[in-house]
């Protein structure tokens, strides 16, 4: 067995109800007046506001910027930064799905060290704990409220760039699956299939580790039993607390194993024509699966699959598990190819380039080059040849 570290240095409270415990943990941070960040739809809903309540029920004063949009923008962190220091914050609040919680991240990350969240993208780049955060999610997908990562859009290159570090990782996390109940069946199948992307290539990750397999291996479990079920009635409380649970394990799994070419090859997909993230990973996934079927050398496809499949056969073959996916998404009405959701393919060698430049594609199970993942694009646009 190699050798591996971990830590889980963090707060996690799971549960129904548990929003309520926001005051208490305001007042461990001794967060005297705190930013909460989060999107237009939620404020919308009124969850912000109700937010904003509690918070200041906790004695503290709250500020709210509630202009986070889907795949975030380097723009957008430098309004919500000038908002911290507008506002003389020292704490922050996220709550919504990975897009506010990215934003939170990056502004703890300027508004303590300065300058703009691109001098900071890389591994490791960031010197020091950021000011005190705590996300809370309401979609059970990216896992962002446990991971070490931030991925932003800088829209002059056409590129999300990604930030990672320990210091990233949020003080505490509140997962309240009670959250969950209003989200739209679109949604909650994209960011489920976003959650069980994570744990799948984090599974499979050349950076695997036990610890990492036994967070991945949990998540395909409660995520292949529930994902049906949320999509179908996101009422379903235990389904929904399935999804979040699941969420959560993979995002600790991949924040120690990586990803692999899915991520890689999404997020130019989010850059280039702001496909959602979720979708991306989703209309990619069983081609990359079927790309990566040579190097599945120690049973884990067939793993994957037990967990996943709604009526497993006895005997199974690598190829099963691709097609599994494949009916999987379409029974939760995921498109099918990228050329659906207004992908140009012209902008394949482009995009390829981009995906090149993750360091998700050198932890792949597969080796790959630049002209397999422009091959993969293509096969995803719908291209049989």
Known sequence: MKAFTFSVPQEIIFGSGSLNRLPELLKKQN???????SGPHLNKMGVV?????SIVSAGAACETFTDVEANPSMETVE???????????????????????DVAKAVGVVVTYGGSIAQYEGVGTVPGPIVPLIAIPTTAGTGSEVTTFSVITDHSRNYKLTVGSQYLIPRCALLDPELLTTTPAGV????????????????????????SDAMAEKALALIGRSLRAFVADRA???????????????????????????????????????VPHGLANAILLPVVVDYNAIADHDGKYETIYRAVAASPKAEFSQ???????RRLAARIGIPATLAEVGVDA??????????????????????????????LYRRAMGDKT
């Open 31 to 37: 967060a005297a007046r705190v930013l909460l960040i």
């Open 49 to 53: 506001g109700r937010l904003r309540d």
């Open 79 to 101: 309004k919500a930064a000038a908002a911290y220091h507008a506002f003389g914050a020292d704490a922050i609040v996220a709550i919504g799905g990975g897009s506010p919680m």
């Open 188 to 211: 909650a199948a994209a960011c489920g299939m976003d959650a069980l992307v994570h744990a799948l290539e984090a599974y499979l990750s050349r950076a695997a580790s036990p610890f």
């Open 236 to 274: 379903n409380l235990e389904a929904a607390s399935d999804m979040l649970a699941g969420s959560l394990f993979a995002g600790i799994a991949f924040s120690w194993a990586r990803l692999g070419n899915v991520h890689a090859m999404a997020h130019p997909l989010g850059g280039f024509f702001n």
């Open 319 to 325: 190829e099963m598990l691709a097609d599994e996916l």
């Open 346 to 375: 012209e902008k394949i060698p482009e995009m390829a380039a981009d995906a090149m430049k993750s360091g998700n594609i050198y932890v792949n199970p597969r080796t790959s080059t630049q002209k397999d993942i422009e091959q």
